[in-house]
């Protein structure tokens, strides 16, 4: 199975501030379609995860624009540029582009 | 809109059966697959398996091959998850989730939490 690893373990960020997370794969996430199968989450305490950001950089409907996803091959990131006191949670990275899908083990995100 | 409503919270004891439903409304049923996913308390997210509601093909997680049955019914618009042989570690919330063609698990229903205990 593919590992996905992720870093920080947790992040406490002052309202406004930007943050940053990273997730590795053990495998390059290159598709020979051309499409790279990494996906983000974030989970809300008590809530399921919801989608941020598929394909590296695409935001899913109704995100805002102050996440942004970047990265290539088996290293990406994803970037909030001000954080506001609701994007506190779980974020989650993901991995399809071989069965089983796989979760990295998470960032959580406080607020100061 | 999109919306998966899963049943509600089970108690089992070990070595018992459970199956969880998850309604789909607002999309084409047979148009997407169905995963599900499972959080033990406290922990990460790991994926099942899959079902396609079009031919009823299923894959599993090697972990849960021998446990797990998903089935769907395109006439109820209703996907379900069988776990057999339940332990005290099979205790967590159990999420449906839409699994588009193009590879994102886009929307999730609310989770069913199954406690295993004597």
């Known amino acids: 199975d593919i590992v996905m690893t992720q870093t920080p373990l947790s992040l406490s960020v002052t309202p406004g501030q930007p943050a940053s997370i990273s997730c590795r794969s053990s495998q390059s996430l290159l598709q020979s379609d051309g499409k790279t199968y990494i996906y983000w989450y974030l989970q809300k305490s008590g809530q399921p995860p919801q989608l941020l950001i598929y394909?590296?950089?695409k935001r899913f409907s109704g995100v805002p624009d102050r996440f942004s996803g970047s990265g290539s091959g088996t290293d990406f990131t994803l970037k909030i540029s001000r954080v506001e006191a609701e994007d506190v949670g779980i974020f989650y990275c993901?991995?399809?582009?071989?069965?089983?899908?796989?979760f990295g083990g998470g960032t959580k995100v406080e607020i100061k | 809109q999109v919306n998966l409503v899963q049943s509600g919270a089970e108690v089992k004891k070990p070595g018992a059966s459970v199956k969880v439903s998850c309604k789909a409304s607002g999309y084409i049923f047979s148009a997407y697959g169905i995963s599900w996913v499972r959080q033990a308390r406290g922990q990460g997210l790991e994926w099942m398996g899959w079902?396609?509601?079009?031919?009823?093909?299923?894959n599993y997680a090697q972990k849960f091959q021998d446990r797990v049955t998903m089935t769907a019914d395109t006439s109820t618009n209703t996907a379900y998850m069988e776990v057999r042989s339940l332990r005290s570690d099979d205790t967590g919330v159990y999420y449906c989730?839409?699994?588009?063609?193009?590879?994102?698990?886009?929307?999730w229903g609310q989770g069913t939490l199954v406690t295993v205990s004597s």
């Open positions: 079902i396609s509601p079009y031919n009823r093909n299923t």
């Open positions: 989730a839409r699994d588009s063609i193009n590879g994102e698990i886009d929307y």
């Open positions: 394909e590296v950089s």
């Open positions: 993901m991995q399809n582009i071989q069965l089983p899908p796989t």
